[in-house]
T-cell receptor
Framework: AAGVIQSPRHLIKEKRETATLKCYPIPRHDTVYWYQQGPGQDPQFLISFYEKMQSDKGSIPDRFSAQQFSDYHSELNMSSLELGDSALYFC??????????FGEGSRLTVL | GQQVMQIPQYQHVQEGEDFTTYCNSSTTLSNIQWYKQRPGGHPVFLIQLVKSGEVKKQKRLTFQFGEAKKNSSLHITATQTTDVGTYFCAATSSNDYKLSFGAGTTVTVRA
């Protein structure tokens, strides 16, 4: 069965650079979520989209933005990167706000 | 926003013993979900509870939702080494749809 696909799996950036993470949800899922997980931390909700419209916003910095495209894939754009942005970024998708299916995550390292 | 408190943060268990992790909220929850994240992995959905007082079992795992829908517990019997990982509860309140995670209970097992 198809799962949530995230790319890239690993990303290394310098401070003040920008990064873009991509997420391809499970086909026919109507909601996409982005979470940030620091080392030893719980996943922190960033933002979600329902049917390509932003549905909820969490602790997402102003330097970050996200969108969902017509083909349902989503991108998380991060600018002016800081050391503290180093984390594992998960995308998840769901159908009718049921269980979340998580991707493998994108590990961002900011040097 | 809604905060979901989870205790204990760490659980070190002798193989074969039982343990319980608890999830508490100050607000009424629409539903509660439980996820397991193995070291280096991504959260994987275990169960969703919706009804007041609901109890569900999955082999050695027993999940409960409190009568007031403000707390939940996960009880694991006869712990095995395969139970190692972090168990997160995650919940949506009655007021919004974003799924907020508890801090997680990290379980280690000694043989």
């Amino acid at each position: 069965a198809a799962g949530v696909i995230q790319s890239p799996r690993h990303l290394i950036k310098e401070k003040r650079e920008t990064a873009t993470l991509k997420c391809y949800p499970i086909p026919r899922h109507d909601t996409v979520y982005w979470y940030q997980q620091g080392p030893g931390q719980d996943p922190q909700f960033l933002i979600s989209f329902y049917e390509k419209m932003q549905s909820d916003k969490g602790s997402i910095p102003d330097r970050f933005s996200a969108q969902q495209f017509s083909d349902y894939h989503s991108e998380l754009n991060m600018s002016s990167l800081e050391l503290g942005d180093s984390a594992l970024y998960f995308c998840a998708s769901s159908l009718n706000t049921g269980e979340l299916f998580f991707g493998e995550g994108s590990r961002l390292t900011v040097l | 926003g809604q905060q979901v408190m989870q205790i204990p943060q760490y659980q070190h268990v002798q193989e074969g013993e039982d343990f319980t992790t608890y999830c508490n909220s100050s607000t009424t929850l629409s539903n509660i979900q439980w996820y397991k994240q193995r070291p280096g992995g991504h959260p994987v959905f275990l169960i969703q509870l919706v009804k007041s007082g609901e109890v569900k079992k999955q082999k050695r795992l027993t999940f409960q939702f409190g009568e007031a829908k403000k707390n939940s517990s996960l009880h694991i019997t006869a712990t095995q080494t395969t139970d190692v990982g972090t168990y997160f509860c995650a919940a949506t309140s009655s007021n919004d749809y974003k799924l907020s995670f508890g801090a997680g209970t990290t379980v280690t097992v000694r043989a």
